[in-house]
């Protein structure tokens, strides 16, 4: 088949996909495959994080695509389809994978609706409390959510909130080494918050 052929003429890739029933539902999952390098004095650790997130575009003529199992976007299709700016509020520096090729993915999903995974390194900021050092107990945050959209445009959720969708996807899941030296891990948890920006009401997750 020919790729090319689910872009429709005029398709604009700045423009999120228009719908309908409101602002378009993007849904996230988070894998969390290690934490290490908790540093007490710059507050900050790092993580090492698959990062899912899967949403629908009606503009994209998928019908093409026949195959009852995922369909694997090739590069030169991916750069001209929209898709949301995901980034990372709370970090002091990330990187994308690229150690032989870029580690991003994007598929058709059977239902027609688009699926990226991508593989991140990031430095995280945390705001830890030491008055109990060495006995303390911290809380640290990723916060993760759209750089130029407003919620009225597009509206980020995590994969628990798809309504049986995506349920096959966990929210937050820990799939890698939980241990960290001088600390213990307790839980890993999926957080929702809603702030104003200069762009509108957002969400952070």
Known sequence: MSYESILPEGYQKVEPPPS???????????????????????????????????????????????????????????????????????????????????????????????????????QVSCAMNLKDYPMDRQICHLRTGLYSHSDNEVYIQWTKESRGRYDWIPSVKLIGGDELPEYKLVEVVPETQVVAWTLGRTTLM
């Open 20 to 122: 309908e029933k409101g602002p378009v539902n993007v849904f996230i999952s988070v894998q969390i495959y290690d934490i290490y390098g908790v540093n007490e004095e710059s507050m900050d650790f790092y993580l090492h994080i698959y990062v899912t997130d899967i949403w629908e575009d009606s503009r994209l003529l998928v019908d093409c695509v026949t195959s009852e199992k995922s369909v694997k976007l090739p590069d030169n299709i991916v750069k001209l389809i929209w898709m949301p700016d995901i980034y990372f509020e709370n970090t002091k520096s990330g990187t994308l994978f690229s150690t032989t090729v870029p580690n991003t993915i994007v598929k058709i999903l059977p239902d027609k609706s688009i699926l990226r995974n991508a593989r991140y390194l990031l």
